[in-house]
């Protein structure tokens, strides 16, 4: 079973501060994605990376692959409100009828 | 248009009872997922189905039967539902097994059993 950890579990931080999140696996994964949930909705997918060492950027959130495909890391820049909710990692299945697994989240809250 | 639904939203009820959750995608995916979330915000894959087919099974309780009369539509049947079954499930499609790791999910429904 692959298995999918983040770090840390919940972090609280003010409005303009940087965070780092991190995924972490002893299994290799074909791509990785990274959702976010806020609360009383389902996930949604902000990123997809595929290959090792991969960086990706999307406005103020940095994602980054690693170089053996078994862990992630999601930074977010001057962290505001709206970025608050829970944030998932998903690891891709390496055959057609493999599943995506998905960590057990970190929940990041914002305070003005 | 929500490219995900799923209905109803929360849903009460009591030990022993049968439920039903529906789910419907408009995006035209061949693929369709439920996951249960538990109270620590863990999501977990219960089923997926491809094209009315299903692919995974995750040693779920048969009391939990999914139906895909057709690859827009996933439903959740629960019979006999028991306390443990307190949780947010969740629908999801793809467009096909090939893009199964970029997922679109429904906004939940909130199974409270009493």
């Known amino acids: 079973t692959q298995l999918l950890e983040q770090s840390p579990q919940f972090l609280s931080i003010q409005e303009g501060e940087n965070l780092t999140v991190y995924c972490n696996s002893s299994?290799?994964?074909?791509?990785l994605q990274w959702y976010r949930q806020e609360p009383g909705e389902g996930p949604v997918l902000l990123v997809t990376?595929?290959?090792?060492?991969e960086v990706k950027k999307l406005k103020r959130l940095t994602f980054q692959f690693g170089d053996a495909r078994k862990d992630s890391s999601l930074h977010i820049t001057a962290a505001q409100p709206g970025d608050t909710g829970l944030y998932l990692c998903?690891?891709?299945?390496?055959?057609?009828?493999?599943?995506?697994?998905f960590g057990d989240g970190t929940t990041l809250t914002v305070k003005p | 248009d929500t490219a995900v639904s799923q209905t109803p939203k929360y849903l009460v009820t009591q030990m022993g009872n049968d439920k039903s959750i529906k789910c419907e995608q408009n995006?035209?995916?061949?693929?369709m997922y439920w996951y249960k979330q538990d109270s620590k915000k863990f999501l977990k894959i219960m089923f997926s189905y491809n094209n009315k087919e299903l692919i995974i099974n995750e040693t779920v309780p048969n009391r939990f039967s999914p139906k895909s009369p057709d690859k827009a539509h996933l439903n959740l049947h629960i019979n006999s539902l028991e306390l443990g079954d307190s949780a947010v499930y969740f629908c999801?499609?793809?467009?096909?097994?090939?893009?199964?790791?970029?997922?679109?999910f429904g906004a939940g429904t909130r199974l409270s059993v009493l």
């Open positions: 299994s290799v994964f074909s791509s």
């Open positions: 998903a690891g891709g299945g390496n055959t057609n009828a493999g599943k995506s697994t």
């Open positions: 999801a499609s793809s467009l096909n097994l090939l893009a199964k790791n970029i997922q679109y």
């Open positions: 990376v595929v290959t090792g060492g």
């Open positions: 995006l035209g995916h061949d693929t």
